[in-house]
């Protein structure tokens, strides 16, 4: 008994912006500098109102409707995000009921951001080889927009919102090859929201103050540290690539497509020399969505998949890292 990835599907909010609205609200903001070394142009984001539960169901919903797949064969749920409606209830508990899905199901939510992807994977791949689940519905919907601030022109630039759903079912044989799972917590300080959980609680009257030059947050706000972390990716990600190929006795030749978390150009760039990897096998496409973290590698492989760069039977290595420090790799057969 194995596991494959069957669909996936992913919602973008209506709402959008561009780098031509970026650089009339904040000054020294660059339009053609962003897009030459970043390679964004224009991000999603979502409404006042809408949250990443909103934002899952309706990707969900896409599944069920453009994809046709049953939603009752669904027993087991998984929802990837950090920016959750409540402490609790789990917001995979609401979207269960949300979808109208059945009672007899497992769901749960897991705080993890950039290599939230490959980490749900593994966990779905083990509950179906393990027999406690046949078809897992898999989430990632974020909303890091909602942790920006106004005045914050490097992070605005970056990021955008978006939900994806993922579908791994029960297969006659396994098509996730070994796992390379990585932790390391002495970066947690390097991209973080200091204030808002029960250590810091938020602060009402936080002051805004420069935490690098244009670039403004309060405590309240999401605070990254661009260097350490583009070091971070930079000595992670070859390691990581080189470990997951080693333990499937496989070389970067023998993989079809490669997808790392879709985080800037600048940075996909220089870790495609650094892995060796032939760029027209290496996907590098952030232009129209930004960094959307967890949800960047399915809607990557999802948009490889309708364009027929990747079909089924390819082996596509996937590559997930950031926040935590957080990352993780696995070799796909589509």
Known sequence: MGARIRSIVYYLPTKTLGNDELERELPGFDRDKVERRLGIRNRHIAAEGETSLDMGEKACQKLFDEEGFDRGKIDFLLLCTQSPDYFLPTSACILQDRLGLRTDIGALDYNLGCSGYVYGLAMAKSFVETGIAQNVLLVTSET??????????????????????????????????????????????????????????????????????????????????????????????????????????????????????????????????????????????????????????????????????????????????????????VVVEL
């Not at 396994?174 to 959980?197: K, M, P, R, Y």
């Not at 290496?282 to 232009?287: E, L, P, S, T, Y």
Request: glycine share 10%.
């Open 144 to 329: 890091y927009s909602k942790h920006l601030y106004q005045g914050d022109r490097g992070n605005r630039t970056l990021f955008g919102d978006a939900a994806a759903a993922t579908i791994i079912e029960k297969a006659p044989s396994d098509h996730f090859h070994e796992f390379v799972l990585g932790t390391d917590g002495s970066g947690a300080q390097n991209l973080i929201v200091d204030n808002g959980g029960f250590r810091n609680p938020t602060d009402p009257q936080a002051k805004p103050f420069e935490y690098s030059p244009g670039n403004w947050r309060t405590k309240n706000h999401l605070y990254m540290n661009g260097p350490k972390l583009f070091t971070f990716a930079i000595n992670t990600v070859p390691v990581a690539v080189r470990e997951v190929l080693r333990k499937n006795q496989m070389t970067i030749e023998d993989v079809d497509y490669v997808i790392c978390h879709q985080a800037n150009k600048h940075m996909l760039n220089y870790i495609c020399r650094e892995i060796g990897a032939d760029e027209s096998k290496f996907h590098i496409d952030v232009a129209d969505v930004g960094n959307t973290v967890s949800a960047t590698i399915p809607i990557a492989l999802k948009d490889a998949m309708d364009q027929g760069v990747v079909q089924r039977g390819d082996r596509v290595l996937l590559v997930g890292f950031g926040v935590g420090y957080s990352w993780g790799a």
